[in-house]
């Protein structure tokens, strides 16, 4: 994913469900498919990544008041 705009969580979100979408529609080529196969890959890894740092805050959080 280019850095150049980087999409919040709900954007990538929301265009990885158009993915999952586009990938059940048996009339689009193998060629699209698999490229939209690889924008899913990267939107999927860069939804973890965010998931995975606010996990991180919050047990920091949760951690200093305790």
């Known amino acids: 994913m280019a850095d150049r705009e980087r ?11 158009q993915i999952v979408s586009d990938l059940e529609d ?4 193998l060629e699209e498919s698999v490229t939209l196969y690889e924008e899913g890959v990267k939107l999927s890894k860069f939804c973890a990544e965010i998931l995975s740092d606010a ?4 047990e920091e959080v ?3 008041n305790s």
């Open 26 to 29: 048996e009339s689009i080529t």
């Open 55 to 58: 996990e991180l805050r919050i």
């Open 62 to 64: 949760n951690n200093d």
């Open 7 to 17: 999409p919040s969580f709900e954007e990538a979100l929301n265009k990885l469900e």
